[in-house]
């Protein structure tokens, strides 16, 4: 039961004079501020006592959504369940109290996890050195193509300026190589969304620096002819660089290096178990083949007899982060492989792959299959197939919400004019999938009874249908403007 009196901003529900705290006067020094830095106003504060304060966040913290509270299908993100344990281990004292300038003699153990989880996604990804100085994924994508460009001016081939990338990429890829200062050629898809090897062809020369590809693709096919477009990559002189958005398809089964990649990041918030969405954590460690490990960002941890110490490698990049990283996000990614071991890892891709094809295949009678071919983890409507109420997947993502489900990734990727991007990942039960499929179901044919009703969704959730460009173009996250409505 919902309490609506305390569902309110806290201004709302302040009085004058009513206090939460009882601080022993004349206890604390006094200290003169100088002028410039006294309130020439007094604080604007709620008035309010503990009990209120404890009602009205236990009650913010009802509006919250996440893997915790129902089925989060959102395509492109693999946001799946993060064991306990995990954090639990992140939190030990050993670890959280450390701080990044005490010496290496007594950080032993906190640099043997940094040293032990290079190697084990070394393993994983068929990479030969890892640097997990970077902060997040896109960070990672933007150490990868610093470590081409220095790559080529080293080697004196100061002409190789240009990154090619699909047209089905990740957004963040253009926008990191051209961060990075490299022109971004674009390449068109075939129709089943992996590339197109005749369109590489036509934009190969002595001036492409690499290519960036994610596989499986933004549209959830496995790259078919990656081996092919690796030799016409490494052919003309230019780099691979694999985005590892969607590695959690190839888990313990495929590895980028063994598929001619060079360069990788890995998204650790997504594949390797830390919360994420909303901003954060990320985590985009970078591994490459031996031919590259002097480029990686630095420092990086390395093993000398039965000890452990930092080092910035010899032709690096640079530090893309203060200190380390994210501590807390590696933490977690150790305890997530140490805990599944080599055997259950393997179990990762397949299970997933798994519960994309069930809901695709149960489903497609409803919904458009613009690609009909086997998915890997994910995989693309394009709207619904009866358009004769003119349902939008928007009022399909928007009707979602009322039956507690996360509405999947909407109109991306770009490639469909109606996409709704379904990831189930690996972790949700039989039950789960059967209760989404026959709720899709059910708003597939409300659309056709009653569209009014599905275009006028959501109906049971904290906030209405919003004016979406006026929500994020002029937000009111302020007390003082509700004022002006």
Not at 85 to 98: C, H, K, R
Not at 165 to 185: E, I, K, L, M, R
Not at 219 to 225: L, N, P
Request: with cysteine; aromatic share 10%.
């Amino acid at each position: 039961m919902k309490a609506k009196y305390y569902d309110k901003l806290i201004f709302e529900i302040s009085k004058p004079g009513r206090i939460g705290h009882n601080l022993p006067k004349d206890s604390f020094p006094q200290v003169k501020l100088p002028k410039e830095l006294l309130r020439s106003d007094a604080a604007e504060l709620p008035e309010v006592t503990e009990l209120d304060v404890v009602r009205h966040y236990t009650n913010v913290s009802l509006k919250n959504f996440g893997v915790e509270t129902g089925f989060y299908p959102l395509g492109s993100c693999t946001m799946k369940y993060n064991p306990k344990i995990n954090d639990e281990i992140a939190t030990l004292p050993g670890f959280s109290q450390i701080h990044p300038l005490q010496p290496n003699h007594v950080s032993q153990g906190f640099l043997q996890v940094y040293f032990e989880l290079g190697s084990y996604l070394s393993k994983i990804t068929g990479m030969d050195a890892y640097s997990l100085n970077t902060y997040a994924g896109a960070q990672g994508e933007l150490a990868g193509l610093m470590i081409i460009k220095k790559y080529h001016h080293d080697r004196g081939d100061l002409k190789r300026n240009k990154i090619i990338v699909p047209d089905s990429a990740h957004g963040t890829n253009p926008a990191s190589a051209t961060v990075a200062g490299f022109d971004v050629v674009e390449v068109k898809s075939n129709l089943d969304g992996t590339i197109n090897v005749e369109s590489l062809k036509e934009a190969l020369d002595d001036t492409v620096a690499g290519l960036m590809l994610t596989n499986p693709n933004t549209v959830g096919m496995f790259e078919k002819d990656i081996l092919e477009v690796a030799d016409l990559i490494h052919d003309c002189g230019g780099l691979l660089y694999y985005d590892g958005a969607n590695l959690n398809a190839l888990l313990g089964i495929a590895r980028p290096g063994d598929m001619g990649f060079d360069i990788t990041h890995l998204n650790l918030h997504k594949t390797f178990s830390t919360p994420h969405g909303g901003g954060g954590p990320g985590s985009g460690p970078v591994g490459v083949k031996d031919f590259l490990k002097d480029y990686l960002p630095g420092p990086v941890v390395y093993k000398e007899g039965s000890t452990y110490h930092f080092e910035t490698p010899k032709e690096t990049i640079g530090a893309l982060s203060a200190f380390y990283g994210n501590a807390s996000v590696y933490l977690r990614a150790y305890v997530y492989i140490r805990t599944l071991g080599e055997e259950y890892l393997g179990k990762i891709g397949p299970l997933a792959t798994l519960n994309a094809n069930y809901i695709k295949e149960s489903l497609k009678h409803l919904f458009k299959l613009p690609i009909k071919a086997h998915a890997m983890h994910e995989f693309v409507f394009d709207g619904l197939i009866d358009q004769s109420t003119d349902i939008k997947t928007l009022d399909v993502a928007k009707r979602l919400l009322d039956y507690g489900i996360h509405a999947p990734t909407i109109y991306f990727p770009l490639t469909f004019s109606q996409s709704l991007m379904i990831e189930p990942t690996e972790v949700e039960s039989l039950e789960t999938l059967d209760h989404f499929i026959d709720t899709m179901k059910t708003i597939a044919n409300d659309a056709i009874t009653k569209p009014e009703f599905i275009k006028n969704a959501p109906h049971h959730t904290v906030v209405r249908r919003l004016d979406e460009a006026k929500a994020a173009r002029n937000p009111l996250v302020k007390f003082k403007d509700l004022s002006h409505i």
